[in-house]
C-alpha cells in the first residue's frame, strides 16, 4: 500500500473531560471551538462513553481493544501485561512508526522501561504525569529513561512535542498516541489548575444541572476545569493548523476523546467510578479519511469499539479478540447489528456493572465485594435506575418502583447478556426493594427503548 493510501493517525487524548463541555452538547461558553469544528465536518459520536471510568482500566481498553476485566488491568495500579498487543503493535507491524506522547498510566515503574511502553517506539511520557509534573512544571522521560523537562504550561508542552514529533515524520505514516493529563485535577492539591488568567474567565458562569443540583466541589472546582478544558481545545487548534501548514492534513485521521468524565464530588467522595452521565459521557470525534463529512452518529458508541475503528480506518485486518466493533459501517448507513446499549464495568469506588440504552440506565452492586480487590462478582443486587428522556441529568432514581418492573427485567436481561459477552460469569442479579409509583406504568414497548 502506498503512502498516500495509508494516512497517519493521531490519538488526541484528554483525561476527565465531561461530555457537556463541547458547545455540540450545549455548553454555552465556547471552550471547545475547535473540537466542535472538526466534529461537524468530521464523524461527531454524540453518544459515545467510557466502559471502565477509571484512568488505568480506561487506559488498557483503548489500548488493547478489550475489556478491563479482560486485560486484568481492573482498577489502577495493575501493569498492562508485556504479553499484550496494543494498537502499537498492530500498526507497526502493518509499517507504521509509533509514537507515545504524555501519560500511560499502564505500568507501576517510573520511568517506565521498554517492555512495558506498550511496543511504542518513540516515547515522551511519564506513567503517573500528574506526579511527575505540575500545571508549569512538566517532567517526562524519552527513550534512555532520562528526564526531560518541557517548557510551558503544561497542556502546551506535550503539543509542542507533538507538533515536532509529526513535523520530523513526515516521510513515512506514523501512529501518534498523544495524552493528556488535563482536565483531570492535580492530585497534591486537589484541584484544577488552569493557566494563569483562565480560572477567571469562568468563575461564576454556567453550570450543567446535575452539579447545580448536587453541588459537591463544584463551585470550588469548575472555574479552573473550564479553563483547563479551553486550553486543550487551543492546542487541538495548534495542532491542526500544523497538520494545515506541513500539507498533511487530508492524510491525517485524528481522534479526540477522553478516559471518563467528572462529576465532581457528587456521586461519591471524589471525582469519577460511577456509571453516571458526568462520570462515564465523553466528547468523541474523528477527522480525516473516511471520517471526513461522516456527520453525526447517534447510536451508542463506547470506548471499546474506538480500537478497531482506528485499526480499520486505514485498512489493518481488526483482530478477533478484540470486543467492541468499528464503527465505519455506521457512517456508510449500516445499523441493523450495532447493539442498542452500551456495557460499563466500575471498579475501586465499588464493584459496579451496568447498560444504557437510548432512554435508560440500569446498574448494580456487588456490595460484599471489594472495588480495589475484586474484578467482578457472580451476585449483585440492583442500585439504580434513570429514565434518561425525561430525567437526563439522572436526579430521580426509579429503582424498585413497580411501574418500572419490566424496565428492570429486560435491562437485567441486558446486562447479564453483555457480562457473559464480555466473557464475565453469568451473575445473579438481586431485585431492589420494591415500593409504590401512583398510577404511572411504563409500557414494554417504552421499556425497550
Not at 63 to 85: D, H, V, W
Not at 137 to 144: G, L
Not at 318 to 330: F, K
Amino acid at each position: 500500500m502506498s503512502k498516500k493510501n495509508r494516512p497517519n493517525v493521531i490519538v488526541f487524548f484528554t483525561d476527565q473531560q465531561r461530555w457537556d463541555t463541547s458547545g455540540l452538547h450545549g455548553n454555552p461558553l465556547d471552550l471547545m471551538p475547535n473540537f466542535d469544528r472538526i466534529a461537524q465536518r468530521g464523524t461527531h459520536a454524540r453518544y459515545s462513553f467510557t466502559c471502565q471510568p477509571v484512568c488505568g482500566p480506561a487506559r488498557s481498553c483503548l489500548q488493547t481493544g478489550m475489556y478491563a476485566t479482560t486485560t486484568g488491568c481492573f482498577r489502577n495500579g495493575i501493569p498492562l501485561p508485556t504479553e499484550s498487543k496494543t494498537l502499537a503493535h498492530y500498526f507497526k507491524n502493518s509499517g507504521y512508526q509509533t509514537g507515545y506522547i504524555g501519560k500511560w498510566h499502564l505500568a507501576t515503574e517510573e520511568p517506565v522501561t521498554e517492555p512495558n511502553r506498550g511496543g511504542y517506539d518513540f516515547w515522551l511520557a511519564s506513567n503517573v504525569l500528574e506526579f511527575t509534573s505540575d500545571a508549569y512544571h512538566t517532567e517526562v522521560y524519552d527513550n534512555n529513561n532520562n528526564p526531560v523537562k518541557l517548557p510551558g504550561y503544561r497542556v502546551d508542552a506535550l503539543t509542542d512535542a507533538a507538533i515536532r514529533y509529526v513535523n520530523n515524520h513526515q516521510a513515512d505514516p506514523f501512529f501518534l498516541f498523544l495524552s493528556y493529563i488535563e482536565p483531570h485535577h492535580q492530585n497534591h492539591l486537589d484541584d484544577y489548575p488552569p493557566p494563569d488568567g483562565y480560572r477567571e474567565r469562568y468563575a461564576g458562569k454556567w453550570i450543567p444541572p446535575d452539579l447545580a443540583a448536587l453541588g459537591g466541589s463544584t463551585h470550588q472546582h469548575l472555574a479552573g476545569y473550564y479553563g483547563m478544558v479551553k486550553r486543550l481545545d487551543e492546542a487541538f487548534g495548534r495542532l491542526l493548523d500544523a497538520l494545515k501548514s506541513l500539507g498533511m492534513q487530508d492524510d491525517t485521521i485524528i481522534l479526540f476523546t477522553s478516559d471518563h468524565g467528572c462529576h465532581f464530588k457528587t456521586r461519591n467522595s471524589e471525582y469519577k467510578r460511577s456509571a453516571h452521565e458526568s462520570s462515564i459521557r465523553v466528547p468523541t470525534a474523528f477527522h480525516g479519511g473516511a471520517f471526513t463529512g461522516g456527520g453525526e452518529i447517534s447510536e451508542l458508541v463506547s470506548l471499546i469499539d474506538l480500537p478497531p475503528t482506528l485499526l480499520d480506518a486505514v485498512g489493518i485486518p481488526v483482530p478477533d479478540n478484540m470486543q467492541g466493533s468499528s464503527i465505519l459501517p455506521l457512517i456508510r448507513g449500516e445499523r441493523n447489528n450495532w447493539p442498542q446499549e452500551i456495557f460499563t464495568q466500575i471498579s475501586e469506588a465499588q464493584v459496579g456493572r451496568a447498560v444504557r440504552t437510548h432512554r435508560w440506565k440500569y446498574a448494580v452492586d456487588a456490595p460484599d465485594k471489594s472495588g480495589g480487590k475484586d474484578a467482578g462478582s457472580d451476585h449483585y443486587i440492583e442500585q439504580y435506575l434513570y429514565d434518561l428522556e425525561a430525567d437526563p441529568y439522572e436526579l430521580r432514581n426509579l429503582i424498585g418502583l413497580n411501574s418500572h418492573s419490566s424496565v428492570r427485567n429486560i435491562m437485567r436481561e441486558r446486562l447479564i447478556r453483555r457480562m457473559v459477552e464480555a466473557e464475565e460469569p453469568e451473575p445473579t442479579i438481586e431485585s431492589a426493594e420494591p415500593h409504590g409509583s401512583g398510577q404511572r406504568h411504563v409500557s414494554e414497548e417504552e421499556a425497550r427503548m
